[in-house]
């Protein structure tokens, strides 16, 4: 199958170039209302494989809540206020920096990265997920190290989770950037299991909800797409993935997952708000998102469109 047009970018009322993608909605019963292209294929949903990840790592005996469960669920931007908490978990859990097997980098938050002396592990994105990984295995007496190999007891209780929520098995295991395993699954899946976890009544689904929405900025950041939206939309749960992933479900259970063809990552915020606007949620705080300009000269020239979704 071919993936449709997603969106155009329009340069000078040109059409400049376009992305191709898939995108689907699912009820609060999990089944689909809205599908637009291959929702049912294998993909990788990248870093929005976290806030499932999370739910495991709850049922597996870790202890997090509020602050600390946001940013094991964050892409961080390796702002201060990031580093400094996930260097005071690996404390806590009798681990240093050493410990993470996520490699070294500068922070994302251009300011930050601008002080950073040199790239570290604690700075990485997603170094609050290893932080947490690590302490799960502490809190359940696993080896620490190993922690991120596909055999580690820790990786398989998280792929159980993952499948558990998704309602699929996982089609095919990989590594992520971060180095940790990461599992495929459609993007039907990857819907259904944020609308699982947005109503969730108790429990790890529900404990890992109210954590992204109390604390979007730890869960990515100054001037991120994902801390955006969650503080714009009540009861908004949303994590964004890399090439072109984004998902996120709403109090009532709906839910939408997007994969874009080329990996490209600015369509996935303004298809997010259209989505969101189809389902009826107030974007009225949403509108630098909504329409992403392009600039000429340092001037909008145009934007990123995307279709009315019906």
Request: charged share 20%; hydrophobic share 45%.
């Amino acid at each position: 199958m071919t993936n449709p047009v997603l969106a155009e970018v329009v340069r000078s009322d040109f059409v400049e170039s376009v992305h191709r993608g898939a995108l689907v909605i699912t009820g609060p019963e999990g089944g689909v209302r809205l599908a637009l292209g291959d929702v049912v294929s294998p993909v990788f949903p990248r870093s929005s494989n976290k806030p499932l990840q999370a739910v495991g790592m709850l049922r597996a005996g870790l202890r997090f809540s509020g602050e600390d469960l946001a940013l094991a669920c964050a892409s961080h931007s390796g702002e201060p206020g990031h580093v400094k908490r996930v260097l005071e978990l690996l404390s806590a859990a009798g681990l240093s920096e050493d410990d993470l097997v996520c490699p070294a980098d500068f922070p994302l938050h251009v300011p930050s990265m601008r002080d950073a002396a040199e790239p570290r592990r604690v700075m990485m994105n997603c170094s609050g997920k290893h932080a947490a990984m690590l302490t799960t295995c502490v809190r359940a007496d696993w080896p620490v190290a190993e922690y991120a190999s596909p055999d580690h007891p820790l990786q398989r209780s998280l792929a159980e989770a993952v499948s558990s929520l998704t309602g699929e098995p996982i089609a095919h295991t990989g590594v992520d950037g971060c180095g940790a395993p990461l599992f495929a699954f459609s993007l039907t899946g990857l819907a259904r299991a944020f609308g699982r976890i947005a109503v969730a009544p108790g429990g790890p689904e529900a404990e890992v909800a109210s954590a992204m929405r109390a604390h979007p900025w730890l869960v990515a950041g100054t001037g991120r797409e994902d801390t955006a939206l969650m503080s714009a939309v009540e009861g908004l749960v949303a994590k964004g993935g890399a090439e072109g992933v984004q998902a996120f479900a709403l109090p009532d259970g709906f839910a939408v997952a997007i994969k874009m063809d080329d990996g490209a990552k600015r369509a996935c915020a303004p298809l997010a708000v259209e989505a969101l606007r189809y389902l009826g949620a107030d974007v009225s705080g949403l509108e630098e998102l909504r329409r992403p300009v392009v600039l000429g000269g340092g001037q909008p020239v145009g934007e990123v469109r995307v279709p009315e979704l019906r």
